[in-house]
């Protein structure tokens, strides 16, 4: 994939996140719940200071450095791999900067960030999670990290 191909699928998913966060901006108040999907999933809008549940929101300035770094380093990662790496490896990259720059940018502009998916289950803690689609991105990117670290690893011996 060439670098400007790149570039775009990672401004693509990013645009993405921040339509639909816009979208859930205005409308559902802060705290209001609609169940959609026949209720396996509730439309839950949370305004989130921090880092995954809230993690860091009393050191927000620190974490807002720290992930942009972390961006740096991944948006370096992600064209080196573009002459060498996998497929999954600049599948992951890409998602990974994409929804770590979607959450980024909206802790910087507005303070927090804008969580709106929740999925109820049996599991009280479980159930309380509220995430957004830049989230689901970071989680698949890390996902396929993992699996193209694991199968680099295999392929080594």
Not at 27 to 44: M, N
Not at 75 to 96: V, W
Not at 121 to 129: A, D, F, G, Y
């Amino acid at each position: 994939m060439s670098r400007a191909k790149t570039l775009s699928a990672v401004l693509a998913l990013y645009a993405g996140d921040e339509a639909v966060k816009k979208y859930m901006m205005h409308h559902l108040k802060d705290g209001e719940e609609k169940p959609v999907l026949g209720g396996k999933a509730v439309l839950h809008r949370l305004e989130n200071p921090g880092a995954a549940m809230g993690i860091g929101k009393e050191h927000q300035k620190l974490l807002n450095i720290s992930v942009g770094a972390m961006l740096g380093v991944l948006s370096i990662r992600l064209f080196q791999a573009e002459k060498k790496g996998s497929k999954a490896e600049k599948a992951a990259l890409s998602l990974l900067l994409a929804g770590g720059l979607g959450n980024l940018t909206d802790r910087v502009c507005q303070g927090h960030v804008d969580d709106y998916i929740r999925i109820p289950c049996r599991q009280e803690k479980l159930s309380r999670i509220v995430f957004n689609l830049a989230d689901v991105f970071i989680a698949v990117g890390t996902g396929l990290t993992v699996i193209s670290a694991l199968k680099n690893t295999t392929d080594c011996k």
